[in-house]
């Protein structure tokens, strides 16, 4: 049985890879996803897209949830949804902190990430804490 409590992203995915007794090209096959796509999400350097994280999961037996989520996502999704709670669309919030629309749906979606003026405009706006959505003293999300 896979043990998965307190692993992150990358060590869930490896350890389930080595408890199906499958290697990145056999995955990769398997999710009908380039082994560099795979190698990619291993290492930390991309972020799958909805479907193929979907595709992983499956060919796994896993939920996309126990494979990808993260303290990172959590934070996101918190900020969506303060943005929501506040505002009728992420265009509103955007408008009203005059930081473009793109930008602040990236910062949501972990596209982008926010400098440090704009991360405390962000949180400011919004009445919560700048540490409630970024990591103290760095623009990125967690």
């Known amino acids: 049985m896979l043990r998965l409590q307190g692993l992150n992203k990358n ?9 199906e007794g499958l290697k990145i090209k056999q995955l990769a096959k398997r999710a009908e996803i380039s082994p560099t796509t795979i ?16 595709k992983i999961a499956n060919v796994l037996d896993l939920r996309v949830i126990v494979l990808f989520s993260s303290e990172k996502y959590c934070r996101r999704t918190e900020l ?9 669309s992420i265009r509103e919030f955007a408008t009203e902190i005059r930081i473009s629309r793109t930008l602040v ?38």
Do not use: W
């Not at 060590?11 to 408890?19: H, Q, R, V």
């Not at 969506?80 to 009728?88: A, D, G, H, R, Y």
């Not at 926010?114 to 623009?139: W, Y």
């Open 11 to 19: 060590t869930i995915l490896y350890a389930a890879l080595a408890t």
């Open 80 to 88: 969506e949804s303060s943005i929501k709670e506040n505002f009728v």
């Open 105 to 142: 749906s990236g910062f949501v979606s972990g596209r982008f990430n926010p400098t440090f003026s704009e991360k405390q405009i962000i949180a400011e706006r919004l009445g919560k804490p700048v540490n409630k959505f970024f990591r103290k003293g760095e623009g990125h999300l967690i």
């Open 39 to 54: 190698h990619c999400v291993l290492s930390g350097r991309m972020n799958p897209k909805q479907s193929e994280k979907q």
